[in-house]
């Protein structure tokens, strides 16, 4: 039977899922993976969770769900692949089909010759480009060494203080992660207005960022890094940026990663230095005998059509699969993506698909994006979350765009996020999510689920039935602004709105929605009105009732005084 040499460089998700479905599939090749660091396959995305303390050991990042550690001798004995650990391969060269590794323990080099090579070099974190960067105590924290050196200082008990710097995913959890298990005074420094910038919208990067501040994490928004200096007798390093000064021991950076294409561009395969290698659906680069996925090739983005940058754990699964199937002879595809993502901060979970509002007009589409708020399940059974989810769709051909959303339930947050992004990738509209097909039980679900509920209020939206503001235009309008001519309807009960008509006095009335209809008389005609009610429900059965009565001054609340409350943009008791 004829054999062929494959060689994949880099040991972690791809790298190992290529080898493992190789050879299941063709048990007579030589698969051998070659990987820079001292461990293999590991998870790197449980990272944040072993500095939370979340996940006690960091042995279990490393091992499979039948607890077998996926060292050197469970690849070599239970796969049957040949693993070199710390080994660099340092060049491809493409005429002789050979790759050059040096091994890192006695600089001694060695060409392997291939008849296919995977690029499995995955991406690597973008370094802070600042006088005193490469003091000792800053550090990214993306491999299992770091992490296990990071760890190692806090729980010594040395480290009082700690910044990070940037609010992206990683950042805010481990601004979550040192505050939370380590006490550690924490302050987290962004570039732009807010946090999670280009993953979430405002309203819910609002909500995202009181959670923080409300567990502990000192937030500060567009301040760029200036320096990093050596502290004084209390402290090792002092930050410095364009406003504030802050001591601490430790500082670690998550400025977001690039993908690492130097090998590729080295054998001159076709390279975006921004998003990745190029590859084909087959996952092929510009030489058909080399493949690569996951973080270092670039993805086409099914919604945009475009080249992205995308890295994800289940993504280079799912394409290291694709490359094993093909390379033992199969013809599989990968379509592309639309660009899921989720993530937890203290007990909160956040995650997203497709395209925020900001990323859809950046594109020159007309969006419309819905803001709704309902309980992960029914009402009346014990124990329910919220979850606050932000759908995006295209006024004109009212296609879905993306959705985001938060909740202390994670599982349900994440399994509703999921089958948007299903549809996404099939170019579904919002008629296909209202109607989506969603299994129901009390325990689980409301009747008609959060996911077609906010189908429904983005087509109302669209049909120009509900007007609404969000949150961000309510605090800008009506505690920033607050014109004469502006005023609050709370259409809640009594007991509810009373606290707020005390505060705001003539500003905010509340005539309750079931009793609106007999009360019209009631509702001022010459003054702009706001409607709000809990979530935003009888807030826009209200609004429909004052628009048949020829009332033209009135708009919703997107998310209703539980949004607001979430955002940490109205606090009143
Ligand atoms: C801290 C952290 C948290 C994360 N959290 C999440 C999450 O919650 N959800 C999620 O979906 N994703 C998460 N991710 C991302 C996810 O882990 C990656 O997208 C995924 O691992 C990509 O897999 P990959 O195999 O393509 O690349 P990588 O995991 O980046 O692996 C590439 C490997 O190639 C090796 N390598 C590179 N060049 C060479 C060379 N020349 N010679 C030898 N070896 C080389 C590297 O050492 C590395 O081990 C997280 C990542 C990190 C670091």
Redesign the pocket.
Known sequence: MATKNVVI?????????VACRLKRLQPHWQVTL????PD?AY??????YFLAGDVPELQGLMTTSFHMVRSTNFFENAKDVRIKIR????AIDRQAKKVR?CYLDNAQEEELPYDFVVL??????VSLAVPGAELSDVSA???LKE?REIRDRLSRGKITRVVVIGAG??GC?LAAAASDLWGVETSLIETSPQVLPGLLDPPLARMVQQHLQERGVEILLQETIKEIRPGGADHALEVVTGGSRRATDLVLTALG?KP?T??AEQAGLLVSPAHGIIVNQRLQTSDPEIYA?????AQLHLITGKSVYF??????HR??RVIGTNLAGGAALFPGIVGS???KMFDLAVAGTGLTLAAARQEGLEPVAALVVQQDHAHFYPQADLIYLQLVADRQTQRLLGAQGVSHNGDALVGRISSIAALLQQGASLADLANLEMASTPPFTTALDIVNAAANTAENMVAGYNQAITPEEFQRLFLEEAPDNLMVLDVRGAANAAPFVGYFKDRWLNIPQETLRHRFSEVPRDKRLILVCNAGLRSYEALRQLQTQGFTNAVGLQGGIASLKKAGLLTIT
């Open positions: 460089i880099g040991g972690m998700t791809l790298g190992a899922k070659v990987e820079q660091q293999i998870a790197s995305c449980g990272i944040p080994t660099v391969a340092l590794v499995a070099t995955g991406s690597q974190p924290v993306s491999t992490a995913l990683q959890q990663s690492q130097k090998l996925g996951g973080g270092c090739a890295h994800e754990v289940s993504l280079a394409q290291g993502f989720a993530g």
